[in-house]
């Protein structure tokens, strides 16, 4: 086991470097790099322009770049914004809060929905309410997330107008994540809490709609998987009651497939959250990832997609040993 | 699905000479017929494709008949905002065009573009996939990381940033990119190229899979044996028999390619003006949120749910009339 992880691991390191590398070039060779906002500017002198490509590292070749940022980042330093000359780490960090809040209270929702919906389905096969969701949740997964997102903005917020249509706080009130915001919960957490909760309705809702058609089917399939048993079949005929058999033999077995797959996706719910975050502009990492590709802030963009990628190549190896855990049928 | 398909057709070829009534007999139909048959039970799929003939009548028809969407300066200030009515089935919008004619001229690209991706996704992962199985060894360990890389990298993100090929990013705090000269031919040819090699690494993990168990049956070690080439052993023996999967694999694409260059034109990323598709519909409708005319981004919307809809019925039925042995869902 230990060393089924350690290969798996070590798998992963060139992999991590390939994906750095390839983006990295991809990043470079778009037109339009960082410095074309200056190109706008006459007052610039071509000395001074000179000046800021030194300064930011421009002036090398692509190569040189990626080494001198592989090398930098491996010793803790990931570069600064262009834009806010922040440390990188620091701008992810601080949006961190922002995205958690909004992916797991979304996710926590579709699964309290998602998961029984789906067993009873499975259950329920062919019932005309089995029929009825599978009909709804074909139009869920097909339903163009951002689309939806607009529709609940145009109903709640421009016609019934009682939800804001975006960020996470009105503009009256404090910045979110600064000291002034933690300040007011700790002062009138009532009111805060409303302000955030009102906020995280729509993008909530947008992302807990689509995610349910898929959970619950793969859990009505993974459960029907699990039904049409032997064992099932031999808790039947010895006269249990369909709850019993659900508590009792078919629910361990079938929630397996269904960890594994929702430890898979965890890491592209905050990818996936892209499109929610820039419908309802929530200011976090999805956001913050749409405006370096909008200003070309290289550093952001390229620290962004390492910490994803990172994120999902370990979410591989959990899955892969949790299943591994979990299911005493498989041996490495 | 493999020996199956062949005895069928194995028994197609003897069956006339044997018996007088070769149709009576259910295993002497053709592929064809055996699919049809397949598919037609499946009515969600056959739905479907009534739905998608629709929506591609729409596309290819539909601009002879509605007029392309003009700015009619005189008469702006009666047309515009005016919500469904039967001079406006869908509305117009700010600048008074009717929201119909825009959505029937944006399907022609919508559509095109996503089966013009999936066309590059199919084909260049099905000869990646082919070449990695079929050769093994050090061809196959390299390939497959290349696949890894692609795959542990979100696929909005990478596109997001391959799209900036298509446009030139708006300065700091300003807004609205600068669109580079000729840029809406250059979306229109280089987004599918963009879509489709970004996405090819799931369809050459397929073809792979199925190829490694295809290169060890007896018919391709027959056709080695009698001296094929490999080039002729891949494409001629190997190929037809992988290619079942890539159409439902494909079939799907173009549902997911749809949605994703919606979402790139709404950002700005993907068709560009004056060429219109469904997305760029959506983000016009964006601007005007206070308005409350729902309708301007409701119907561009319901069209790629529709299509998105139709493409994901169609696949279900391919996956179970082309494979019948996959798991049903």
């Known amino acids: 086991m230990t060393k089924f992880i350690i290969r798996r691991i070590l798998i992963s390191i060139p992999v991590l470097i390939g994906i750095s590398f390839l983006v990295y070039m991809l990043m470079q060779a778009a037109p339009g790099g960082p410095l074309a906002a200056f190109g706008l500017n006459p007052t610039l002198t071509s000395e001074q322009l000179d000046a800021i490509k030194k300064s930011w590292g421009l002036d090398k070749g692509p190569l040189e770049q990626y080494w001198s940022w592989f090398t930098a980042m491996l010793r803790g330093d990931w570069g600064t914004s262009f834009i806010t000359r922040r440390p990188v780490l620091d701008e992810i960090v601080s949006r961190i809060p922002a995205t958690l809040m909004l992916t797991i209270t979304a996710f926590i929702i579709q699964q309290l929905i998602a998961l029984p919906l789906g067993m009873w389905s499975a259950f329920k096969r062919y019932s005309f ?48 994540n600064t000291p002034g915001y933690w300040d007011w919960w700790s002062k009138t957490p009532n009111e805060a809490f409303t302000s955030l909760a009102g906020h995280m309705i729509l993008p909530v809702v947008t992302l807990v709609i689509v995610g349910i058609a898929t959970d619950s089917r793969f859990m009505r399939s993974s459960m029907i998987e699990t039904i049409n048993q032997d064992y099932i079949r031999t808790a039947r005929s010895k006269g249990l009651s369909e709850g019993q058999i659900i508590r009792k033999h078919a629910l361990r077995p079938s929630l397996l497939p269904v960890v594994t797959n929702i430890t898979l996706t965890l890491p592209t719910l905050i990818a996936g959250a892209i499109v929610t975050e820039t419908i309802f502009s929530w200011p976090g990492m999805g956001k913050l990832f749409i405006d370096a590709v909008n200003r070309a802030d290289y550093p952001i963009m390229i620290g962004i997609v390492f910490i994803l990628s990172s994120l999902i190549l370990i979410f591989n190896i959990i899955a892969d040993v949790s299943y591994a855990l979990l299911d005493p049928r498989i041996r490495f | 699905m493999i020996e199956s398909k062949q005895n069928i057709v194995l028994q197609a070829e003897k069956k006339p000479g044997l018996s007088p009534q070769p149709m009576a007999d259910p295993q002497a139909r053709s592929q064809l017929a055996d699919f049809w048959l397949r598919f037609r039970k499946h009515q969600m799929a056959v739905f479907g494709s009534g739905l998608f003939i629709f929506l591609v009548l729409v596309a290819v028809v539909g601009p002879f008949l509605i007029a392309e969407p003009k700015v009619d300066v005189k008469q702006m200030s009666q047309l515009k905002n005016q919500p469904p009515s039967f001079d406006h ?17 944006g399907a022609r690209i919508s559509l095109f573009l996503s089966l013009m991706a999936m066309l590059v996704a199919c084909s260049v992962g099905t000869l990646f996939g082919l070449v990695s199985a079929y050769f093994g060894g050090w061809i196959d360990i390299v390939l497959m990381r290349i696949v ?12 997001l ?36 090699l970004l996405s090819w690494p799931r369809v050459a993990r397929l073809v792979r899979s199925v190829t490694l168990s295809i290169k060890e049956q007896e018919f391709v070690t027959g056709a080695r044996a009698i001296g094929a080439k490999n080039n002729r052993i891949m494409f001629i023996h190997i190929l037809p028999n992988v290619i079942n999967p890539v159409v439902v694999a494909g079939t799907l694409l173009i549902g997911q390619f749809i949605v994703l260059e919606s979402f790139l034109s709404f950002l700005g990323y993907g068709i560009q003006p004056p060429l219109r598709s469904w997305g760029t519909s959506l983000a016009d409708a964006q601007s005007e949120f206070s308005a409350g005319n729902w309708w301007w981004a409701f119907f561009p919307g319901l069209f790629i749910l529709l299509t998105v809809l139709a493409i994901n019925f169609i696949g279900d039925g391919l996956r179970d009339a082309l494979d019948p042995r996959s798991k049903q869902r």
């Not at chain 1, 009909?135 to 529709?151: C, E, H, M, N, V």
């Not at chain 2, 890389?149 to 596109?159: A, K």
């Open chain 1, 129 to 176: 309410s089995d029929k009825f969701f599978t009909a709804l949740s074909y139009i869920g997964f097909s339903t163009p997330t951002f689309w939806l997102g607009i529709l609940l903005i145009y109903i709640f917020s421009a016609n019934l107008k009682i939800l804001p249509t975006g960020g996470i706080t009105d503009a009256r009130e404090a910045t979110f």
């Open chain 2, 89 to 105: 089935f869908f509305g117009t919008n700010n600048i008074g065009l009717d929201v119909m004619a825009m959505v029937v001229h």
């Open chain 2, 148 to 159: 890894d890389i692609f795959l542990s990298v979100p696929l909005l993100i990478v596109l």
């Open chain 2, 161 to 196: 940033m391959a799209s900036r090929f298509l446009v030139t990013p708006p300065p700091p705090g300003g807004s609205g990119g600068k669109i580079i000269e000729g840029a809406e031919i250059r979306s229109l040819t280089l987004l599918p190229l963009i879509l489709g």
